[in-house]
């Protein structure tokens, strides 16, 4: 089992950028599909992001082009660069691994962290 757990969050103004951060560990993590999903007050959970173990990644429509996720495998980490950040992208943030080798935002994942604010303001 995968634990994972994410730093990174916070408030920014609308354009700005933030760079969130999962750290994990237990089950190589090198052999996980890793993904980010968010959840705002009275709205379903979606998927925002993801990446599979050769790195192949895919996006929800609403972020491609501003959004960028990315794996260190050697350290663990999983990342997800935001920028020209919309009022519409607050929502917590999680991150999650699933045993799987192609990844899909609408797929289901498991290990999930605890999540990480995002509050963007105009």
């Known amino acids: 089992k995968l634990h994972v757990e994410e730093s990174g969050g916070g408030s920014v103004q609308a354009g700005g950028s933030l760079t969130l951060s999962c750290a994990a560990s237990?089950?190589?993590?090198?052999?996980?599909?890793m993904g980010w999903f968010r959840q705002a007050p009275g709205k379903e959970r979606e998927g925002v992001a993801c990446i599979d173990p050769s790195s192949r990644t895919d996006y929800a429509d609403s972020v491609k082009g501003r959004f960028t996720i990315s794996r260190d495998n050697a350290k663990n980490i999983l990342y997800l660069q935001m920028n020209s950040l919309k009022p519409e992208d607050t929502a917590m943030y999680y991150c999650a691994a699933a045993f799987i080798p192609v990844c899909s935002v609408k797929y289901n994942y498991n290990n999930w962290g605890e999540g990480t604010q995002v509050t963007v303001s105009l």
């Open positions: 237990g089950y190589p993590y090198s052999l996980y599909s």
